[in-house]
């Protein structure tokens, strides 16, 4: 089992910026690749960003350019740094843990609790 816990999660306005972590405990964080997922109101969960062990990065279309995933194996940390925020992104984020491609397939493994992100036009 692995357990994964966010935080950063907050109000923020329009054009500003936060950044996400999430902290992995439980069965070795090795060999898993990270990502993050967001549940905007009234809608379905959807990918944002995705990191495996090495540090190759995915990101949605989206949010290419605005925000950045990273990780530290040693600390079984990931993060997500969101710039440019923008009312779309306003969701509940979470953290998940899988393999590369269940995570880009929208799956996981394993998923944290999730953190709300307001963006306020």
């Known amino acids: 089992q692995v357990q994964l816990v966010e935080s950063g999660g907050g109000l923020v306005q329009a054009g500003g910026s936060l950044r996400l972590s999430c902290a992995a405990s439980g069965r070795t964080f090795s060999g898993y690749s990270m990502g993050w997922f967001r549940q905007p109101p009234g809608k379905e969960r959807e990918f944002v960003a995705a990191i495996r062990w090495i540090g190759l990065t995915a990101y949605a279309d989206s949010v290419k350019g605005r925000f950045t995933v990273s990780r530290d194996n040693a600390k079984n940390t990931v993060s997500l740094q969101m710039n440019s925020l923008q009312a779309d992104d306003t969701a509940v984020y979470y953290c998940?843990?899988?393999?590369?491609?269940?995570?880009?397939?929208?799956?996981?493994?394993?998923w944290g609790q999730g953190t709300q992100v307001t963006v306020s036009s």
């Open positions: 998940a843990a899988g393999s590369w491609d269940d995570l880009r397939g929208a799956r996981a493994s394993y």
